[in-house]
Nanobody, 124 residues
């Protein structure tokens, strides 16, 4: 079992930065692939970034490549999302997710555990 709690969301001006963190509890954390998803009003929840359980492999949605960076620290049971050059279209609730997989997963159905989400709002 894994419990996830996101933090770090807030209101930021376009072009600014935020750092989201996801704190995980559970002895099996290091065996889970981790991902960040987001959901804007009226939209489906979409993949943003993922990282393998060892932290060496990462991937990103095309819309955030070059701006966002995902990382994990298994010793601290955390996964982070550094968000730079934020745009108004990045506004969404951001969710941390964990899946008992050895590879990055891109769909919500492949993840077993979810945090409650943290709101990110980017103003023009």
């Amino acid at each position: 079992q894994v419990q996830l709690v996101e933090s770090g969301g807030g209101l930021v001006q376009a072009g600014g930065s935020l750092r989201l963190s996801c704190a995980a509890s559970g002895r099996t954390f290091s065996s889970y692939a981790m991902g960040w998803f987001r959901q804007a009003p009226g939209k489906e929840r979409e993949f943003v970034a993922g990282v393998t359980w060892r932290g060496r492999g990462t991937d990103y949605a095309d819309s955030v490549k070059g701006r966002f960076t995902i990382s994990r620290d298994n010793a601290k049971n955390t996964v982070n999302l550094q968000m730079n050059s934020l745009k108004p279209e990045d506004t969404a609730v951001y969710y941390c997710a964990a899946g008992y997989r050895r590879t990055i997963e891109y769909t919500t159905g492949e993840y077993d555990y979810w945090g409650q989400g943290t709101q990110v709002t980017v103003s023009s």
